[in-house]
Structures are given as structure tokens and as C-alpha cells.
């Protein structure tokens, strides 16, 4: 025998379901005028949070409807069952493919930022979607969550004016079927009447997210870590993560130049200049690290360039004589996402295919405190050149030098980032550079 009313479970995943859905609507008109400053950042996150709940929400009312018994469909005429069969097909569809078309073309999105629920679960993104994959997909994926947001306006508006005809116009006690009192505790009139007071809480939903950003801004992202090393402590013995720095050497550009340190290939290094050689000269160890933080709608991205070499002329006693010289091959910037480097290695960001090295070279250093240092000098990316500033911490014990430092460039004055990426709202002007390495004296 067939029941009257829906189930407990059913009931629950309707409107859990039209809520979320009614939110996650508002939420994506309300995300276009967000800023970085506006909380755009944690707009995105509570959208793909949202989105993957009605998606496991969708599934389970999927197998719900499998597994429960459900009322017998009300009479009505062929044309209007066809219809109503249609309708809640493409509802379905619409609860399911939403998700599912936002999680690809999160997925597939050149800048890849990680998907952390609700702040709190970690969300993958979909395997197998890079290379020559990730561009058609991303443009389907787009076009298609953009199109099955209005489907799925156009189906609630349908879906809701079905009900109240077979409850007004029919006379058929439809509504009650799926409130949670029963009908013995609702008369006809009481069941439309609380039908549209959750129609109201739903159409509340959608309105919230129109809150959002107007009362306060993003939480700033976390300060990225300088990677500093208290004067004493070692710096190069814990770094061993297979980007160690590479020996200085002599002369630029010449295949022997330089010799490869742990698992990085040659890059020639940069000579020292000869009025300032009467200072000690310093070669880097294996296990160094040179790495980079930039900030996509308030998320950290750390990287870092295998391969890099400097050649050090350092003098603790006599500062005046200090020459630091770097160079860095762009082409090896790893944030362990392979769509992602391919991306920095494009014309619109490092364009390494024109500009293969970044050097920076340091004229003037400078003691800010017992063990602490300012290195004044220049940088040059992508064939531009800006004055750097960088702050090191340095602890000398025989001939080691344990050296950790931190500086900050902006990507727009060197061109990192052109075209679409070249507005600060997505991808944060400033870039943190950090640093860390361990040098022997040879002279």
C-alpha cells in the first residue's frame, strides 16, 4: 500500500535542499561584486562548501527515493504528468550537475586554489584533468553551471506553481504530503498557508547571501612564514627538500660555471666584482631553499625555484666590502601543481621562454641588530629592473654561515601577471619572497 505522505527522511532532504539551493543562488549573483576587500575570498569558499553539501545531500535523496515508498502521483491529465515527470527529471539533474560543474571547472582552473569545507574539510580536486584537457573542460564546465543556474530557477518557479495548482485549482491535498505536520493537524487552507511560510524561509535563503560583505571585509590572509633562523640555530640542516643551492662560481654563463648541489641542475652563477674580492667569499650548500608566496582571493600559494645559485662576498667586520650576487633559473618554480607552473612559465607571468633568469645583486648590507642584516639592491625580472630590499638573519660558527631572510616585491612593477591577471582583486599585488641556506667560507 502505498503511503499518503513522504517520508521523515524525505521531508528533511526537501527543504534542507531548497534552502541550500535558494542560498547557494543569491551567494553566486553575490559573489560578482565582491573584492578581495569585500570577502570575496571567503564568499568562493562557502559556495564550493555549499555546493558539495547539495551534492551529497542530492545523492542521498536520490537513493531516499529508491529505498522509501512514496505517495501515489495525484490525478491530472496526460500533458500536465508529462510535464510534472519533466520537471522534477530536470530538478534532479540540476541539484546534481551544479556541483558537479563547479567542482570541474574549480578543478580545472589555472590558478588552483585548495577547497577546505566549511574551513575545516579538505575537498580534492577532480585527477586527470590537466594538459590539453583542462582549457575545453573549463569552458564547458563554465558554461554549463552558468546555464543550469537559470534551468534551475526556471524548474523552482515550475515545480512551485505545480503545487499550488493541484492545491488551489484541484483541490488535491498535495502540499501537505511534503510538510512536516501531517494533515490531520493542517486544514487545506492551513496546508497552502504553511507552504508558503516555507517558501518565504527558502526565498530568505536566497536572500542572504545579499549580507554578505556588507558589514566587513575578509579575515587577511596568514602572513606568510620568513622562514627566519635565530642566530645560533641551523638553518640548512632541516631544509633538505631536494632544491639545494648551487656553488657560486667565478664567471657567468659558461657550462662549467657552476656544480649541481643535491638534485639541481647547473646555473651558471654571477661573478663577484673586483673591488670588492678582498672580502671572504662564501659558497652555498645543498638543501637551501628560495621560495615565494603570492596570494589568490586571500589564499596563500607558496612555491619555490629548484634551481638557483649565488655567489656571496661577505664581511661581518667590513660590510662595505660585501657583494651578493643571484641568480635565479624561472623556469624551475614549483608550487606542486603542474597546470598551475605551466601557467608562471607563460607570457602573462615569468615568460621564461624570453627571459629565462631573475638575478638580484645587493651592493649595500647594512647590520639591523646582533646577527640581523639589510641587503640593499636591485632586482631584475623579465628584463625589468626595481630596487629590492631584503632582511637576513645570519649565524656564523667557524666557517658555516646559517643564513635565513625574507623580502617582498610587487609582481605588477616586473610585468608577473598581465592581461586577465593583471588586476590585484584575484591575484594580491605584493609577493613574499623567503629564503634560507647554509654557505662555507672558502676565502
Do not use: C
Not at 542530492?58 to 491530472?76: F, G, H, T
Not at 638553518?235 to 638534485?263: L, V
Not at 598581465?418 to 647554509?438: K, L, N, Q
Amino acid at each position: 500500500m502505498e503511503p499518503a505522505r513522504y517520508s521523515r527522511i524525505a521531508i528533511t532532504l526537501h527543504w534542507l535542499i531548497a534552502a541550500a539551493l535558494a542560498f547557494q543562488i543569491g551567494l553566486g549573483w553575490r559573489m560578482g561584486n565582491l573584492t578581495a576587500a569585500t570577502g570575496q575570498f571567503t564568499a568562493f569558499q562557502l559556495h564550493k562548501s555549499i555546493g558539495i553539501t547539495i551534492l551529497l545531500l542530492s545523492l542521498i535523496r536520490v537513493a531516499v527515493r529508491w529505498w522509501k515508498p512514496r505517495p501515489a502521483a495525484e490525478p491530472d491529465s496526460p500533458w500536465a504528468k508529462r510535464a510534472a515527470g519533466l520537471v522534477h527529471f530536470g530538478l534532479y539533474a540540476f541539484m546534481i550537475g551544479g556541483p558537479i560543474t563547479g567542482w570541474l571547472l574549480v578543478s580545472t582552473s589555472r590558478i588552483q586554489v585548495p577547497t577546505l569545507l566549511f574551513n575545516t574539510i579538505p575537498w580534492p580536486h577532480i585527477p586527470g584533468l590537466h594538459g590539453a584537457l583542462r582549457g575545453p573542460v573549463h569552458e564547458f564546465s563554465e558554461a554549463a553551471h552558468s546555464a543550469l543556474a537559470w534551468i534551475g530557477i526556471a524548474l523552482f518557479v515550475l515545480h512551485v506553481a505545480g503545487a499550488l495548482r493541484h492545491q488551489w485549482l484541484l483541490r488535491q491535498p498535495l502540499i501537505e504530503r511534503m510538510l512536516p505536520a501531517g494533515p490531520e493537524r493542517l486544514s487545506r487552507g492551513g496546508g497552502a498557508l504553511a507552504y508558503v511560510a516555507a517558501l518565504a524561509l527558502v526565498g530568505g535563503a536566497f536572500l542572504l547571501p545579499g549580507t554578505i560583505g556588507s558589514t566587513r571585509g575578509n579575515v587577511p590572509p596568514p602572513a606568510p612564514a620568513a622562514a627566519e633562523t635565530p642566530a645560533g640555530e641551523t638553518a640548512g640542516d632541516d631544509a633538505a627538500e631536494g632544491n639545494g643551492a648551487i656553488q657560486a662560481a667565478p664567471a657567468e654563463a659558461p657550462d662549467n660555471a657552476a656544480t649541481t648541489a643535491g638534485d639541481n641542475a647547473s646555473v651558471a652563477a654571477v661573478p663577484a666584482e673586483e673591488a670588492k674580492a678582498e672580502a671572504p667569499r662564501w659558497a652555498v650548500q645543498p638543501g637551501g631553499r628560495l621560495g615565494f608566496t603570492a596570494s589568490f582571493t586571500g589564499t596563500p600559494i607558496e612555491g619555490r625555484f629548484a634551481r638557483w645559485d649565488a655567489d656571496i662576498r661577505f664581511d661581518a667586520d667590513a660590510l662595505d666590502k660585501s657583494d651578493i650576487r643571484v641568480r635565479i633559473d624561472m623556469a624551475s618554480a614549483d608550487t606542486e601543481d603542474s597546470s598551475r607552473d605551466e601557467t608562471l612559465r607563460g607570457d602573462a607571468f615569468f615568460d621564461t621562454g624570453a627571459h629565462a633568469a631573475a638575478t638580484f645583486h645587493a651592493t649595500r648590507v647594512t647590520s639591523t641588530g646582533p646577527g640581523r642584516y639589510r641587503a640593499q639592491g636591485s632586482l631584475t625580472i623579465k628584463g625589468v629592473k626595481r630596487p629590492m630590499t631584503v632582511d637576513f638573519t645570519l649565524a656564523i660558527k667557524g666557517d658555516r654561515a646559517d643564513v635565513a631572510g625574507k623580502g617582498t616585491i610587487t609582481r605588477g612593477d616586473f610585468g608577473i601577471g598581465t592581461g586577465e591577471w593583471e588586476a590585484t582583486d584575484r591575484i594580491a599585488g605584493p609577493v613574499a619572497v623567503d629564503f634560507r641556506f647554509s654557505a662555507i667560507r672558502k676565502d
